[in-house]
């Protein structure tokens, strides 16, 4: 089992992708500290992933002429 540290205070479980919230009532939480406690240590939180403006056009499946055109622009 092994877990990810997050952009939030949720720890990811990599076996399933579960989000595990800091509750010490969850017993994913629990599971998860006794883990560290045996030395183990999560993975570091991913890299943010950042797009310039074109590539988040892109993605977007719009062209320039079609967002112009949502924005009233044109």
């Known amino acids: 089992m092994t877990y990810q540290l997050t952009t939030t ?7 399933d992708n579960a989000f595990i919230p800091p509750d010490p009532g969850n017993r994913a939480y629990v599971a998860y500290l006794k883990w560290l ?12 992933i950042v797009l310039t403006p074109a590539e988040k056009l ?17």
Do not use: C, F, H, Y
């Open 58 to 74: 892109s993605a977007s499946g719009l062209t320039v002429e079609e967002l112009k055109q949502l924005l009233g622009l044109k």
């Open 37 to 48: 406690d045996e030395g183990n240590m999560p993975e570091p939180m991913p890299e943010p």
């Open 9 to 15: 205070n949720l720890i990811r479980r990599t076996a």
